[in-house]
C-alpha cells in the first residue's frame, strides 16, 4: 500500500520553569505549542483486513515562548517546519458493499529542532534557544466509502486509505453519477 495523508489538530501543549543562574531566577519562561499539521506518506503492507505502515513527512506548529517576571513579559510567537516519522497498524473492522470501517493505532515522533526567541532581546528579556519535539501515540476510527463500482476497483488495493474522497471527484454527468482521478 502506498499513500498520503494530512492531519491537523489542535493541542494546546504547555510548560512554564524558573530560569536557573547564571540567568536571572525572577524570570519565568513558558513554551506553548498551539496546533500541529503533518502531511506524510505512507508505505504498507496488507494481510487480509489488517496494514502495518510506516509514515514519514514534514510538520508544522504554532509556538510561542514567553518570558515574563512580576513586572513585564514579552511573547515571541514561530510557526516551526520540521520532520515527522513512524509506525502503524490499520484493521478493516467491518467491511459492506457500501464501504469499510477501520480502526487505527499509529505512533508519530516529530522533530522541530532549535529554534531562537525573543531574538533580538526585548526588555530586559534574554534570548531564548528552544528545542521542541513531540511523540504521539492515537487511536483512530477511519471511514472509507464507496461511491461507484469504478472507485471500488481503482483503488481497493488502498488498505487503510481514509476517505477515498481525497481521490475521486463525484461528479453529475448526464443524470448518473461518475468518478475520476484528480
Known sequence: MLGFENDASWTNQHGKVQDLPPFNVGVTSGTREKWIDMFRGRVGYALDQFLIYGTAGIAFAG???????????VTSSQTRTGLAAGLGGEWAAYVDTWGAVTLKLEYVHVDFGSKRYVDPPISGAVTRDVRL?????????????????????????????????????????????AAHRR
Open 63 to 73: 509556538t510561542e515562548v514567553t518570558v515574563s517576571n512580576q513586572v513585564a513579559q
Open 133 to 177: 519535539t513531540d511523540d504521539i501515540v492515537r487511536a483512530g476510527v477511519n471511514v472509507r466509502f464507496n461511491w461507484d463500482r469504478p472507485v471500488v476497483t481503482k483503488y481497493s488495493g488502498c488498505a487503510g486509505s481514509a476517505l477515498p474522497l481525497a481521490l475521486a471527484v463525484v461528479q453529475r454527468h448526464d443524470g448518473a453519477l
